[in-house]
């Protein structure tokens, strides 16, 4: 396959077989160098046209809880009292931007997914 931009599904498709045959390439190699590229073209193809959107604050938050083992109570540090934590995560107080850096500095969260709009409860 010749190395050029993808543009289509057929494109693509041959450019992921390629990567698989190429997949155990030893480093320096002109295979790796060839692996190297073809990742960066899917990648590129793949952004435009397969996006993935960030996750709504919330959801995220209580993904991170149940995958971290975490309760309300755990959160209390980064976003106030128990009160502020439940007011938060039933979607009546949006986050704030201080609550947000806490959140992204104490727990390691990507602050950019926090700091997406949301709709609170009616």
């Known amino acids: 396959m010749e190395l050029k931009p993808i543009r289509n599904k057929k494109e693509h498709q041959a450019a992921l077989k390629q990567i698989e045959a190429l997949w155990n390439a030893k480093d320096g190699t002109p295979d ?3 692996l190297e590229v ?3 073209l899917v990648e590129r193809y793949e952004q435009e046209h397969f996006p993935i959107p960030d996750p709504d604050p919330i959801d995220f ?3 991170v809880m ?3 083992g975490l309760v309300r109570k755990d959160l209390e540090p980064f976003i106030g009292s128990r009160a502020r934590v439940a007011e938060v995560l ?6 704030s931007l201080e609550m947000i850096r806490s959140l992204a500095e104490g727990l390691k969260l990507p602050a950019d997914v926090l700091v997406q709009r949301y709709k609170l409860a009616a």
Request: aromatic letters at 6%; hydrophobic letters at 35%.
């Open 32 to 34: 790796s160098d060839r």
């Open 38 to 40: 073809l990742a960066l």
């Open 61 to 63: 938050l209580h993904y």
């Open 66 to 68: 149940e995958s971290r």
């Open 90 to 95: 039933n979607r009546v107080r949006p986050l």
